[in-house]
């Protein structure tokens, strides 16, 4: 056992075993560094990733390459989903010079904690143009005792450059129609008519993005906004990025078609797309986007759930195959013979056929990963329910994929508000009371004294890692979603709480965001980047909450905290629409008001029962709802709303003026169409 033995973190815990003598990062493990006189072997990575397992087993565990390590370096181990700001610099700093990133990570520092030599995976041997660990190792070691004062000159111009780099994207006033009208050009202009989704490959899944063009559809009415999200998500939802027996999505597809994925599963992926394939059913009524929703969400509650009431971070993407080797997608692939072992010849050719199974196979060794051809003609649903059904049973002896099972406060968020809404739109109680139950995990360990966000936790104690902005923008995402689906104003109210610091400790100059806090731990530059990846940017998730927080409140500062921070999106939407997709939606939010509505009358009534309904259903982007008794104090948009005629009444303001109350639920839909 090294020095991670005893961490909540389970990356970090696969290399407690390690013969290299890892820290975590610590103050202490710089002073040793000092100390020693050596330079800082700074490894980052998470426990999903594929290619980090793989430099764990070819180098980590190796002996001989461990007492290498430990004669020249202090090895220093980061799980970049517990401290994602020393992810978020080093990586800055790799990809400023190498041209490309990704993990592992491999970054050697300073005592001082400045980079001067980059990389990624290294190999045990030489190949590819690569150079191999050992000599990387090496050269880095003769580099640092040989040419000590070029190495800190290095590091002291890559520090210089990173510090002289600067965002000046608050206040710049609020996305309009020109520049919404221009990202979605630009979207056009990088779609993949042939298979959906944009780009080439790797192709992940565009969640924000088509979270922003079914509400520029909403808005506009723009037919191609619509078709860009419709057939991506079909795409999607019949490739072998989905997973066809157990619901839910993989993190990316290797090609441009969807049918190879990348097969680790990540919670914020399920949580986004969930979300979005529920807001896509409510603008269609495609039955297959509801029911991709449903499965997800039920994939998100079966496999991910923790015995807490939170959700675990990701399933890993290797498991064994059966003879001891842990490959990438063993749980998923099949052959026609396995098929054929499991349903017998008649529905094993069947189901060959449906799910798109070959003799020669779409991934591995003659394995295929389950899809939807869309020349598989029309097929018995009955049979088809009982042959998935079989396949999962029996995939489900199989050995399954680890788990990943911190809780991320900001993923956890997200799930909240995927569950909250695709439970009440599609009648699922169900799901949202385990959002309910996640987002009182949230509170009860993740929120301490003072309002202020620890980032994780693992096995019912919470981690010693401070919240970033993304946390507290989805966290009070997921809070803002539950208040409005529950009439539970107390979860307006936390979120209230978590914007405030937001307010207090995360804005820079002109309305600016940063991604950590004022008080936060010192690095070589305080983390700052608006773009939105995998999640939602910390920026643009806090700036939704702000402003769907000043609907339900009417708080000027926080909608003028939520303009300004929009500045970002008027400046990138145009230029680069993919990577600002929820940026975008939020200023679809904006142009559209949001809309308040507010619904009144006695909760056990009928006709209160379905102008909520009708609310929940309306697609105007970003509208709030509040929903209770007239003069109810738990939401303020219930203020000074009283009934019409004695019956339940709906409300709807936008851009600061009120409609007429209405008290039927066609009159309510018109209002809001």
Partial sequence: MNRLAGVTSP??????????????????????????????LLSVGYSACHWCHVMADESFADEATAALINESFVAVKVDREERPDIDAVYMEAVQAATGQGGWPMTVFLTPDAEPFYFGTYFPPEARHGMPSFTDVLDGVARAWTERRDEVGEVAGKIVKDLAERSLAYG???VPGDAELGQALLGLTREYDPRSGGFGGAPKFPPSMVLEFLLRHHARTGAEGAL????????????GGIYDQLGGGFARYAVGRDWTVPHFEK???????????????????????ARRVALETADFMVRELRTPEGGFASALDADSDDGTGRHVEGAFYVWTPEQLTAVLGEDDGAYAARYFGVTPEGTFEQGSSVLQLPQDAGVADA?????????LLAARDERP??????????????????????????????????????????????????????TRTSKDGRAGTNA??????????????????????????????LLLDIVLDQFRGEGGALYDTAHDAERLIRRPQDPTDNATPSGWTAAAGALLTYAAHTGSAPHRAAAEEALGVVKALGPRAPRFIGWGLAVAEALRDGPREIA???????????????????????????AAGRPGGEEFPLLADRPLVDGRATAYVCRHFVCDAPVTGPGELAHRLA
């Fill in 171 to 173: 206040g710049a006033g």
């Fill in 266 to 288: 990540m919670l914020y992926d399920n949580a986004l797309l969930c979300r979005v394939y529920a807001h896509l059913w409510r603008t269609t009524g495609s039955e297959l």
């Fill in 11 to 40: 990356y970090l815990l696969q290399h407690a075993d390690n013969p290299v003598d890892w820290w975590p990062w610590t103050p202490e493990a710089f002073a040793e560094a000092r100390r020693r006189d050596v330079p800082v």
């Fill in 382 to 390: 009955a049979r088809i329910a009982g042959i998935r059904e079989r």
């Fill in 599 to 625: 619904v009144v009358g006695d909760p056990g009534d009928e006709d209160f029962a379905a102008l909520r309904r009708t609310a929940l259903l309306a697609g105007a982007p970003g509208a709030v709802l």
């Fill in 467 to 496: 919240g970033v902005l993304e946390d507290y923008g989805d966290v009070a995402e997921g809070f803002l979603a539950l208040a409005s689906v529950t009439g539970e104003g107390v979860w307006l109210e936390f979120a209230g």
């Fill in 227 to 238: 078709q860009m999200a419709s057939d991506t998500c079909e795409a999607m939802a019949r």
């Fill in 400 to 453: 399954r994929p680890g788990r990943d099972d911190k809780i991320v406060a900001a993923w956890n968020g997200l799930a909240v508000a995927a569950l909250a809404e695709t439970g009440a739109l599609l009648d699922r109680p169900d799901l949202v009371e385990r959002a309910t139950e996640a987002a009182d995990l949230l509170v009860r360990l993740h929120l301490g004294d003072g309002a202020r966000l």
